[in-house]
């Protein structure tokens, strides 16, 4: 699998970890946060903007905030990349336990710093009737 798409899973994987499980993970934690550039930013699903920090402290605080919860990585494409950056646009499906799925389209830049992948913007949009 390619590297970005690889990291795509893993970060997801550690999302749905922090998110489902009720017990507190400092290391998923750290691993998470440590995959993030400084300068990170994301538009949410809602249109909230979230920076570095912003983003640090919602992780912090949401540990089992959506016990049940699964996330699947259903799609990955590369929009565009060069030296510095690439773009990715992947599809995501999200659910809670037995709930209604709701999908997104979520797109990454990624750059590459001393061998290790930074995501440094996200954003997100909800898919309406998929």
């Known amino acids: 699998m390619n590297i970005y798409f690889q990291e795509i899973v893993d970060a997801h994987q550690l999302i749905m970890q922090i998110l489902s499980t009720p017990h507190r993970s400092e290391e998923n934690y750290r691993q998470l946060i440590a995959r993030f550039s400084d300068q990170f930013s994301m538009i949410t699903t809602t249109g909230v903007l979230l920076d ?22 259903l799609d990955m494409n590369i929009v565009s990349e060069n030296e510095n950056y690439i773009i990715v646009l992947y599809q995501e499906k999200q659910q809670i336990a037995d709930g209604d799925p709701n999908f997104r389209f979520s797109t990454v830049i990624f750059k ?19």
């Open 52 to 73: 570095y920090e912003k983003i640090k402290s919602f992780f912090n605080t949401q540990f089992g905030s959506k016990q049940g919860l699964k996330i699947d990585i």
């Open 112 to 130: 590459q710093v001393n061998n290790q992948i930074i995501w440094e913007y996200l954003h997100e949009t909800l898919i309406h009737d998929f």
